[in-house]
């Protein structure tokens, strides 16, 4: 834990259910508990589970110019997200390349919280700010717990009123057990889900107390790398471990384009104007790869790096991958080459076992139409 600089008020917690609290993005998280990973899966797909995300990276900007910075620094348009809610965004550099992601909330019309990863995020809010009428305040007192899947609304409403009426990328300021929380209708699951931002003081109670009351619910705590079963599925990208980053181009520096990593989808319509908006714009039609899905024959999951073959031919490579115990298939996301990200295309995947027949298929696998976590009432 040499690298970690950023502390949960749950280790001890997690430390209890097995886990050697391993560093992302400068916090101990809990990437390992003493139980089979497939159980934690199931409860998310089924009925519901809860996770300690404190390590996402958790910035207020408040001031005049507020809204200025998040329009210099991000892909969307902030006059279209008002106070309660929240926008999926990106940021670049100057070369039109991705340096991170995150999740822009408005919660006054002079403020706002951006909730990044593991990127340069922070930089690059920090490089917008200057010479400008902002306050930035890095808050790792906020803690934010995820409670995931299909039954975590019916929980909630116990306990918060309103909570069934709250959409899909919406938020609000309220209780819960008497302590106040901001609750977001968001996750990275693919499934309807809410994350809970408390103080860390506050923490424990609400983890226990979840935990506690929902067991016989089958509300069950997740490590944080169950999230990589569910975002195979569900087309949810994670920097740097799909990025060019963790996998290089042969003759050039580490930079991916929002057109291949299929994320173009948060550049608002007609926004200019933002850090790298010119290059983001020529580089269209220029993709050296796709992000695509690839569906295994069998039950073998892919390695994580598995080069990808087509006709003898390097086409690709293998970031993430699982078999799921739901829909019983072998599946990973991929950075192919363009032509290979087609439906159906034939490829081979060269596992250290040996190599698995497969096919391309687009994303997502699960839910395309994203009924479940957008569903009402």
């Known amino acids: 834990m040499t690298a970690s600089w950023r502390f949960s008020t749950l280790a001890d917690r997690h430390r209890a259910l097995g886990s050697k609290l391993e560093d992302w993005s400068g916090m101990g998280t809990a990437w390992t508990y003493d139980k089979d990973a497939d159980e934690e899966y199931i409860a998310i797909r089924t009925k519901a589970g809860l996770m300690d995300v404190s390590g996402l990276k958790k910035v207020h900007i ?12 991000t892909t969307r348009d902030v006059e279209k997200i008002y106070p309660g809610k929240s926008a999926y965004a990106c940021m670049l550099n100057e ?42 305040r890095f808050d790792d007192n906020l803690h934010d717990l995820s409670l ?6 019916d929980y909630l409403a116990t306990h918060v009123p309103g909570i069934r009426d709250l959409n899909y990328f919406h938020h609000m300021q309220t209780q819960l057990f008497g302590l106040p929380v901001m609750i977001s209708r968001t996750g990275y699951t693919g499934e309807r889900g809410y994350e809970i931002f408390c103080r860390g003081q506050d923490a424990g109670t609400i983890w226990d107390r979840i935990l506690d009351e929902g067991k016989s619910a089958g509300i069950i705590p997740c490590r944080f790398t169950t999230l990589d079963m569910l975002r195979v599925e569900s087309y949810l990208l994670f920097y740097p471990y799909d990025n060019s980053q963790k996998y290089p181009f042969e003759n050039e520096g580490p930079g991916d384009t929002l057109w291949e990593l299929g994320l173009d989808f948060t550049v608002s319509p007609g926004k200019t104007g933002f850090r790298g908006a010119e290059e983001h714009y020529r580089l269209k039609g220029k993709e050296r790869f796709k992000i695509y899905g690839v569906l295994l024959d069998g039950k073998e999951p892919a390695d ?31 950075r192919l080459d363009v032509d290979c990200a087609v439906k159906d ?29 957008t569903a009402k009432g």
Not at 307 to 324: E, L
Not at 345 to 352: Q, V, Y
């Open 62 to 73: 408040t001031g005049p110019h507020a809204s200025h910075l998040i329009d210099l620094a």
């Open 95 to 136: 070369a039109g390349k991705f340096t991170d992601d995150c999740i822009l909330y408005r919660t006054g019309p002079n403020a706002w919280m951006v909730v990044h990863g593991s990127g340069t995020g922070h930089e690059e809010l920090q490089r917008a700010s200057v010479g400008r009428d902002v306050s930035l």
């Open 148 to 153: 995931q899947g299909p039954t975590a609304v």
């Open 304 to 334: 994580e790096g598995a080069p990808v073959y087509r006709d003898g031919k390097k086409v690709g490579v293998v970031t993430c991958a699982m078999y799921s115990p739901l829909v019983e298939k072998s599946m990973g996301i991929a």
């Open 345 to 373: 295309t034939k490829l081979e995947i060269r596992n250290r076992s040996g190599a698995i027949k497969a096919t391309a298929q687009p994303l997502p696998f699960d839910d395309p139409k994203k009924t479940k976590r």
